[in-house]
């Protein structure tokens, strides 16, 4: 056989398995966000159910006043329940965003189809919300006449709110995060880079909301929160941490080959820095 022939079809056997992976990687994901279409529709179907019977409750409510205590309270766990799987879900999509990112397999239909489940779980969302003002969740038992009004309150706009002096509003959300009041400090840095996008505090105020999910052990949502500050803000003063902190998320995960490629990266770029200690270290239990 001529050593051309040869040469090339060495080339072709080394080939072969890089496009299987590849299709098998894009069939994997595909499959997830397969059964993310099912939950979310499943999550759907529930919140319907809910409001048919709450609507039951309310045309019955003088016959059944001390009945609709303990009905009240069930449906307000079911809804509970029903908000956390809506979280998860959000959760899980936004991770697959980023495993898309990172194995580039998502194109054309997959990217669309990403897309349209966003848009339907964002449908769910709002309609827990819808259910939420229905029943009076978020605060004391409502009255019995406030229970099932005419129509739902009206949301406030939170442009007409006053906005905090620049600081006051950073050292706030920080002080909400050292106190373990994670959600206040979420919407406090969110804030502050909203009225604030070109403050020097910006990047550092993106990082705190990674640091939340991380406190929260929400792993994929921080490490999807760090990516943010590398992305938006690449000269800024956090990328240590948040490389830092992405490397121990996915060290959590228990996935290793990730948390070495970001820990390394993190001792390359800044190898001088007290991050790229902290990494070496974890390395070497790695």
């Not at 499943?42 to 009945?67: A, F, P, R």
């Not at 009004?149 to 949301?155: I, T």
């Not at 020097?200 to 792993?219: H, K, L, M, P, S």
Request: charged residues 30%; hydrophobic residues 35%; aromatic residues 8%.
């Amino acid at each position: 056989m001529p050593m051309r022939i040869r040469i090339l079809c060495f080339f072709i056997i080394l080939l072969f398995p890089i496009g299987c992976a590849t299709v098998q990687d894009k069939i994997a994901l595909e499959d997830r966000i397969s059964r993310l279409e099912q939950t979310r529709h499943k999550s759907e179907q529930n919140v319907d159910s809910l409001k048919v019977e709450l609507q039951k409750i309310g045309s019955t409510w003088d016959s059944k006043d001390q009945d609709f205590s303990g009905q009240y309270a069930s449906l307000r766990a079911e809804t509970n329940k029903l908000m956390e799987e809506v979280r998860i879900l959000n959760g899980r999509i936004e991770e697959l965003e980023f495993a898309i990112g990172q194995t580039n397999s998502a194109e054309g239909g997959l990217t669309a189809k990403l897309n349209d489940l966003k848009t339907e779980n964002q449908k769910a969302v709002d309609r827990i919300t819808e259910l939420e003002k229905y029943i009076g969740l978020g605060g004391s038992s409502p009255q019995k006449s406030e229970r099932f009004p005419g129509k739902f309150p009206p949301v406030k706009d939170k442009d007409s709110e006053d906005t905090e002096p620049e600081n006051g509003l950073y050292i706030q959300a920080k002080k909400d995060l050292d106190d373990g009041d994670f959600e206040s400090s979420r919407i406090g840095f969110q804030k502050f880079i909203s009225l604030f996008p070109q403050s020097e505090n910006a990047d550092n105020a993106q990082f705190w909301i990674g640091e939340t999910y991380y406190r929260e052990a929400w792993y994929e949502k921080a490490i999807l929160e760090f990516e943010q500050v590398k992305k938006k803000y690449p000269k800024g003063n956090k990328i240590p941490s948040a490389l830092l902190k992405q490397g121990m998320s996915f060290q959590q995960l228990k996935e290793e080959s990730n948390a070495r490629l970001i820990l390394e990266e993190l001792i390359n770029r800044f190898p001088k820095s007290s991050e790229a200690d902290i990494a070496k270290k974890i390395l070497q239990n790695l």
